[in-house]
């Protein structure tokens, strides 16, 4: 039996959930499958009206250049039906002769890198940042307090280690409160599908159901109405088998200091920061899911009548995989930017971020390698329904500066611990977006928009994530936001694209808002390649669909709020190819 507090936590867990579906857009709706693509005045839908731009703009129009579009991601599968046209492949690499033909320190690298595996095999999981670095200061600090002596850079790092050991704590206990209850719910409809032979139980069956205890009532209960606020119950079912799956991996491997399998299966000299040639060319990885999807709403074959169509009609998807089941590490992030550059790409995805940066300076130097050869950034601004006007998000386009250095020691303030962590459960441990991840509560800070002007990336988008539906709920419940740090918002909420193994699945998160600006830019440059990154943002955002009525969302007291588009990004709108491209006309 669980205990009276489980029960409430069960109850809390989905009534939380309950309110975050009911304050965003339906799911109960059938989208068309290219929703995302879509004219809001044509179709009711706001997308990005590509299709409008294809038939009014570009009929008579030859593309001019093949753009080639990085995805560094977590992998891409390169056999699907929908992608394997529209690959990049480095001819001057014979395929698997264990020959770097090129020369690019990369052997066999024919439709990318993979810099998260060696000939052991591949890293699927690692830990948050926030772990390897807690992994790092817990032996220096974990006996420190306020009146133990420290100068001014131990001071810093100790501030650092406590906020860390705070988080830590946080996101243990919401696992281990929040696993059980999936385990339950997870258990029941397996056991009810068993009975009945198959693959999902119908809501009938779990009706039929008769509980072994007042446990399985409450589970019971909540399966109905999930089922009723996801829409079907094979719709509910994977979400908690999503969420099954990855407060699996939290509990693990993710908040697990002591996992740690980078030397056995990169082998990587980790503390050079500067080492460039390791890793495999398996771009697929043992995980695909998040890439192949990003990688089909960029550019799947707009001509072969399958599937979906991408963005863009005259790209080359090239596939580098950093990013595991956990947060990616600043030195892969760094060499997939520059083995993108190195190789010919124009634009770069990247749907992915953390709260915790441990080498940014290698990471600036990539960004600023890319801005020097006309490469453009397009990054997701994260899922946790955060201000990034005040959060920390890694990576950005802010550079660790001289300015920024002291303009943080100008604005330097005492930080008061305010959450001890419990003792862990059963274990001495431990940007797609969760399926039941509750929005975090976020502490109110005073603006200073002086910090927003301080050296930064002039090549770099941030995207959030907007809903189908031109209503008050236009922005994704769970998209961060930003007045000052998010550019533009694009579609990232439903979004159908191509799965591995032949599929496509609709996914929700900013890592889909993302792929929609990336392939946008691609389409772009292929008809204007003579433009530099710099002008490509900015036609981007000067076209955007403005959105003139007030939209709500929860701010970062938790309170619900009615604003402005203009309040939570930088254009005040939405993205538009057909405005877009009409603007790009302009530009000599």
């Given amino acids: 039996m669980w205990n009276k507090d489980l029960k409430k936590i069960i109850l809390l867990v989905f009534l939380l959930g309950f309110q975050t579906l009911v304050f965003g857009q339906s799911k109960k709706v059938q989208l068309p499958a290219n929703w995302f693509n879509l004219d809001l005045v044509e179709s009711g839908y706001f997308g990005i009206s590509t299709e409008k731009a294809y038939r009014e703009i570009l009929k008579d129009k030859k593309p001019k250049e093949k753009i080639i579009v990085a995805v560094i991601d977590g992998g891409v599968d390169i056999q699907h039906e929908d992608l394997k046209d529209v690959l990049w492949t480095n001819k001057k690499e014979i395929p698997g002769n264990g020959i770097d033909d090129d020369g690019n320190g990369y052997i066999d690298d024919v439709h990318g890198w993979n810099f998260i595996g060696s000939k052991k095999g591949n890293l699927q999981f690692d830990n948050l940042e926030l772990v390897r670095l807690l992994r790092i200061y817990t032996p220096k600090y974990q006996s420190t307090t306020n009146l133990t002596p420290l100068d001014s850079a131990q001071k810093e790092e100790y501030r650092l280690y406590k906020k860390m050991v705070g988080d830590f704590g946080k996101k243990y206990e919401d696992a281990s409160k929040t696993f059980p209850v999936l385990i339950a719910i997870k258990k029941v409809m397996d056991s009810v599908a068993k009975i009945n032979n198959k693959p999902v139980a119908s809501l009938e069956d779990i009706d039929k159901y008769v509980p072994d205890n007042e446990d399985e009532e409450y589970v019971k209960t909540i399966i109905k109405k999930g089922t009723k606020e996801e829409g079907t119950i094979e719709k509910f079912y994977k979400s908690i088998k999503d969420g099954y799956d990855q ?101 770069v995805n990247m749907s992915f971020g953390k709260a915790y940066k441990w080498d940014k300076k290698v990471v600036d130097e990539a960004i600023k390698y890319a801005e020097s050869k006309g490469v453009l950034l397009v990054h997701a601004a994260g899922n946790d329904n955060q201000n990034n006007d005040i959060e920390e998000n890694f990576p950005n386009k802010y550079f660790d500066s001289k300015e920024a250095e002291a303009y943080k020691e100008a604005h330097k303030k005492p930080f ?51 809903a189908y539906k031109d209503d008050d709920n236009l922005k994704a419940d769970f998209s961060n936001y930003g007045k000052y740090n998010v550019d533009v918002f694009a579609p990232g909420f439903l979004i159908n694209s191509t799965v591995p193994e032949g599929k496509y699945e609709e996914l929700d998160g900013t890592s889909m808002a993302s792929p929609v600006v990336a392939g946008l830019s691609a389409l772009i440059l292929s008809y204007y390649p003579h433009l530099k990154p710099d002008q490509v943002r900015e036609i981007i955002m000067k076209s955007v669909s403005k959105v003139n009525h007030k939209i709500k969302y929860k701010n970062e007291k938790d309170e619900t709020v009615k604003v402005l588009f203009s309040d939570i990004c930088v254009s005040g709108g939405v993205v538009n190819a057909y405005q877009a491209l009409k603007l790009a006309e302009s530009y000599k």
Avoid: C
């Fill in 247 to 347: 407060y699996d991996a939290m509990l693990k491997y993710n908040l697990n200091p002591k996992y740690d399998p980078r030397a056995e299966l990169v082998g990587d000299d980790y503390a050079n920061a500067n080492q460039r040639n390791y890793g495999n060319n398996d771009v697929k990885g043992p995980d695909a899911m998040h890439g192949t999807h990003v990688a089909g709403i960029i550019g799947a074959n707009r001509n072969n009548s399958l599937g979906i169509s991408g963005v863009a009609n005259n790209v080359e998807i090239m596939a580098i995989r950093v990013v595991p089941t956990g947060d990616e590490r600043d030195k892969d992030v760094a060499n997939g930017i520059r083995y993108a550059v190195d190789n010919g790409a124009k634009v």
């Fill in 416 to 466: 008061k611990p305010d959450f001890t962590p419990p003792r862990p459960i059963n274990q001495n441990g431990m940007g797609m977006r969760p399926p039941l991840e509750r929005n975090s509560i976020i502490k109110p800070a005073p603006l200073d928009s002086a910090k927003y002007s301080l050296p930064h990336a002039s090549n770099w988008i941030e995207v959030g994530a907007s």
